[in-house]
């Protein structure tokens, strides 16, 4: 739209429809099959700074012999201010789940903020917490998460975090290596949650084939209390 007053990508409206069949198979969708799928986004340039970004999803699923009928809506807005040394982001979240044959409703509520601050090139600290609004189940995920990049070389950087939350703890470190339009990457996490305590680690590949698509190969391997 922003074609049309000489400003490109000033504002961005787009939006989808997809419908699978029951018994309708084929690559990529065999567990999609009898869905129906459908939603829109937008994106605002409300000036050089600051952009607004809002997306509604709205998935129906027919029942099955092992599932009921559902439908599934979920709402996204998002602000985010940016400048060359710190940035400012905040979203708010919506998620309903009706459940047609059980005659059930769930649905919760939830916002979010993450500040970034680069004191130097090098170095990016990231501040970020979730807060749950409402939940119908009376279930909460409230989280804290910090994190540290440093760029040590123009293909390496290395990464850790730390997140604590109503659900548990986590850690994790890794490093990023970036050659042309490949990107390889190795992670070791640690998590203590409901679950128990747990480490895995992971190795993945990533390719871009063309401005809009990549690939991805992921190794991981985990160990946990429960073996």
Avoid: C
């Avoid at 400003?7 to 069949?21: A, R, T, V």
Wanted: net charge negative; aromatic share 8%; proline share 2%.
């Amino acid at each position: 739209i922003g074609d049309l007053f000489d400003k490109p990508d000033l504002y961005q409206i787009g939006g989808y429809f997809k419908k699978i069949e029951p018994g309708f198979n084929s690559n990529g969708t065999l567990t999609e099959t009898g869905t129906e799928k459908s939603g829109f986004n937008m994106k605002l340039h409300l000036t050089e700074h600051n952009k607004f970004m809002a997306r509604y999803d709205l998935i129906k699923t027919d029942a099955t012999a092992t599932s009921n009928e559902t439908e599934t809506d979920i709402g996204i807005m998002q602000w985010a201010h940016d400048r060359q040394r710190w940035g400012l982001t905040a979203e708010y979240q919506t998620r309903g789940v009706d459940d047609i044959t059980a005659d059930t409703t769930e649905s919760t509520s939830l916002a979010a903020a993450r500040l970034r601050i680069s004191p130097t090139d090098n170095l990016t600290v990231n501040a970020e917490h979730q807060e749950t609004l409402t939940s119908t189940e009376n279930v909460e995920n409230d989280q804290t998460t910090l994190g540290l990049k440093y760029q040590v070389l123009p293909s390496l950087a290395l990464e850790t975090s730390g997140t604590t939350g109503t659900n548990g703890e986590s850690v994790q470190g890794g490093a990023t290596l970036t050659l042309g339009n490949k990107r390889v990457y190795l992670t070791e996490r640690l998590t203590d949650d409901q679950a128990g305590r747990s480490t895995s680690t992971v190795l993945g590949t990533e390719a871009a084939i063309d401005p809009s698509s990549k690939i991805y190969s992921e190794y991981q391997w985990e160990h946990s209390d429960n073996g």
